[in-house]
């Protein structure tokens, strides 16, 4: 299985300010097609998971442009350039590049 | 606009049985791999089965192996988890969701499983 390993588990941001998290795999996730497919959510409280970016660095439709995704192989991180008080929650990065999908632990975003 | 809408979770005795269901519409029901996830309480996402968009071939994380069985009826655009020999750590909300081929877009509002005496 490929573990997804993310970092920080716990973000305290000041509004306005930058963010980034960091999500490492154990395994490599290119897929036989030549896709990468690491994905990124945003979970608020009582919500299901939304899709912020999805094979890597594509922004989901309706996702602000604040948020970028970038990385490869098996590195890849979440941007946020500027940090708004709707951005509190927890992001799980995810792959679905093995057939098993794996998650990883959540970071917890909240505002200083 | 895409819509999975689960229902049948409940509170259920260690050792107890429940099908849990995902209604979709809003999409071609019938071309698309399914998969259910689940979410401990205040813990993280585990993906738990997957089905093959005709039905014919299904995948089961090792933990469920043996113990839940998901199926679909395409007529009905519906997916379903049947679950038996419940244990206290099935305790979970249980999201159904569109495969998008590795990037699942698409998640129902979850149902919530308890396994409880």
């Known amino acids: 299985d490929a573990v997804l390993t993310q970092s920080p588990l716990s973000l305290p941001v000041t509004l306005g300010q930058p963010a980034s998290i960091s999500c490492r795999s154990s395994?490599?996730?290119?897929?036989?097609?030549?896709?990468?497919?690491l994905n990124w959510f945003h979970q608020r409280p009582g919500q299901s998971p939304r899709r912020l970016i999805y094979?890597?660095?594509n922004r989901d439709s309706g996702v602000p442009d604040r948020f970028s995704g970038s990385g490869s192989g098996t590195d890849f991180t979440l941007k946020i350039t500027r940090v708004e008080a709707e951005d509190v929650g927890v992001y799980y990065c995810?792959?679905?590049?093995?057939?098993?999908?794996?998650f990883g632990q959540g970071t917890k975003v909240e505002i200083k | 606009e895409v819509q999975l809408v689960e229902s049948g979770g409940r509170l259920v005795q260690p050792g107890g049985s429940l099908r849990l269901s995902c209604a979709a519409s809003?999409?071609?029901?019938?071309?698309?791999?399914m998969d259910w996830v689940r979410q401990d309480p205040g813990k993280g996402l585990v993906w738990v089965s997957r089905?093959?968009?005709?039905?014919?071939?299904?995948t089961y994380a090792d933990f469920v192996k043996g113990r839940f069985t998901i199926s679909r009826d395409n007529a009905k655009n519906t997916v379903y988890l049947q679950m038996s020999s419940l244990r206290v750590e099935d305790t979970a909300v249980y999201y159904c969701?569109?495969?998008?081929?590795?990037?699942?877009?698409?998640w129902g509002q979850g149902t919530l499983v308890t396994v409880s005496s």
């Open positions: 809003g999409f071609p029901f019938s071309a698309y791999p």
């Open positions: 995810m792959q679905g590049s093995h057939w098993l999908w794996t």
């Open positions: 089905i093959t968009s005709d039905g014919v071939t299904t």
């Open positions: 969701l569109r495969n998008d081929f590795g990037s699942p877009g698409s």
């Open positions: 395994q490599n996730l290119v897929h036989d097609d030549g896709n990468t497919y």
């Open positions: 094979k890597v660095s």
